[in-house]
């Protein structure tokens, strides 16, 4: 088996996520998706409730290694802060439960994963339809985010560099 990495796309509304194995220059998804927040409840509860998510996320997947976005500095400063918030609980799920945590600029993981740091949302989710064999109709766009993420940390850690256009599958 290989490199199991479990991606994150955190929010505050939507948590998306993706789980990739990467070994020898091939890369599979194994899982993906977006679990909702409740936004009706007070933010403490709110963490709560996305710790818990990705901790059992992380009991369900066993991954070798948990990859994180990094937080994208808004205008809005409140947003940002909230943003890192949840981040930390996220990245603390993983640390309780002893998986190792990469963190990930959005620039970073675009030029990974597409070759160009300022591609757009839309051209993440094709990539990742095309890229992990996923329908375009089964992927929302968090849950192609986190696949992303997942499959930027795989390549940087396999031993593989960026250039996934050219590799085999």
């Not at 990467?22 to 709560?48: C, H, M, N, Q």
């Not at 990974?112 to 375009?136: C, E, F, P």
Request: overall charge positive; aromatic content about 6%; charged content about 25%.
């Amino acid at each position: 088996m290989g490199l199991l990495v479990l991606g994150i796309d955190p929010g505050t509304r939507l948590v998306g996520y993706g789980l990739v194995e990467v070994e020898k220059g091939k890369y599979r998804a194994i899982d993906y998706g977006f679990f909702r927040v409740d936004t009706k409840r007070a933010f403490p509860k709110r963490l709560k409730q996305i710790h818990e998510a990705i901790s059992d996320l992380i009991k369900k997947s066993q991954p070798d290694a948990l990859a994180v976005e990094e937080v994208y500095v808004s205008q809005n400063a409140k947003t940002t802060l909230r943003l890192g918030h949840a981040r930390g609980v996220i990245i603390l799920a993983a640390v309780e439960q002893g998986i190792p945590v990469a963190e990930y600029a959005p620039r970073e993981v675009k030029q990974a994963v597409l070759g160009r740091g300022g591609a757009t949302k839309d051209q993440v989710m094709w990539m990742m339809a095309r890229l992990l064999h996923i329908s375009m109709d089964d992927l929302q766009e968090d849950a192609a985010d986190g696949l992303a993420v997942a499959l930027c940390h795989g390549l940087r850690n396999s031993g593989y560099t960026a250039q996934i256009l050219n590799m085999k599958k």
